[in-house]
């Protein structure tokens, strides 16, 4: 590495971050700005973990998905119940935080409602550990779209961010690989059955930048895809991304999971054996 990537390196290990003379009075503008979102932010995913242990519907899905207690602590998984003004009855004068940090939607006529009603609740959270997002998943399959993000904000930043990577700082200390996955519930999966190192995309395809933010922290990188015709054009897309961030030493694996599993199904199948078996025979880049 060279001087100023080991010091970057070094600093995202431990969680803090390089300070820059030119960059210092803007950063502690953005971060005066920044602070109140991530109370908010924090304290909806409080409300959401209480109201997941309040909902029998939420905590038996889960349940169903054979998601343990422990595990969805360790995610901090909660639930957005049913209804368009939780947020505002639970957090009164908090409406100005609530609407930049994207938890609630603008009307035309200038009233509001919460972007997230039903679904299980995935906390998106910094190398520090601050939450900055969420990922709404559909509990009643005839809900759309199966998955809904937290909008860009000053504190999220889509192309960025990668779901579960504070988790896997947290859970290990040696990353041997790391597994990147499609959806919230593949790393969630994988962590209920001993595999801690998963994180997965966030809605879209992986770019170089995310890709370099995890070969500094393993060699190995192993994609997870779908075997039919989508995860085949995921695979690719993520393939061109890792070209230009392949140096000595490193190695990204392509593996390709029989057409209609994910590694969430196919975990729950077949077992962490079999699964870490079917990795080792992944094709290489």
Request: proline share 4%; charged share 20%; glycine share 8%.
């Amino acid at each position: 590495m060279e001087f100023t990537e080991a010091v970057e390196t070094l600093a995202q290990h431990i969680g803090i971050e390089v300070p820059r003379e030119h960059q210092h009075r803007n950063h502690h503008a953005q971060q005066q700005q920044a602070t109140p979102l991530y109370t908010i932010l924090q304290q909806c995913s409080h409300y959401f973990e209480q109201q997941l242990k309040q909902n029998d519907v939420a905590s038996q899905y889960l349940e169903q998905r054979g998601i343990s207690g422990q595990t969805a602590k360790q995610y901090a998984i909660g639930y957005a119940p049913q209804g368009w003004g939780n947020l505002n009855q639970h957090f009164p004068g908090d409406l100005k935080n609530l609407m930049e940090s994207g938890m609630l939607v603008q009307k035309d006529d200038g009233n509001n409602y919460d972007r997230f009603r039903h679904r299980l609740m995935f906390p998106i959270r910094d190398r520090r550990g601050n939450t900055i997002a969420f990922g709404g998943r559909i509990i009643n399959s005839e809900d759309n779209p199966k998955y809904l993000n937290s909008p860009e904000s000053p504190v999220f930043h889509k192309g960025d961010e990668i779901y579960g990577l504070y988790e896997l700082k947290q859970a290990t200390t040696h990353i041997d690989q790391i597994f990147v996955t499609e959806g919230y519930m593949d790393v969630v999966a994988l962590a209920e059955h001993g595999i801690t190192t998963a994180v997965a995309t966030l809605g879209t395809a992986i770019n170089e930048h995310q890709i370099e933010k995890l070969f500094r922290l393993s060699k190995n990188l192993v994609f997870c895809f779908d075997g039919d015709e989508a995860g085949k054009k995921a695979a690719w897309r993520a393939l061109e991304s890792c070209i230009g961030t392949l140096k000595e030493n490193r190695m990204a694996r392509f593996l390709f999971l029989p057409d209609g599993d994910d590694p969430d199904t196919f975990i729950k199948s077949q077992g962490k054996q079999n699964f870490l078996q079917r990795t080792q025979q992944a094709s290489t880049m």
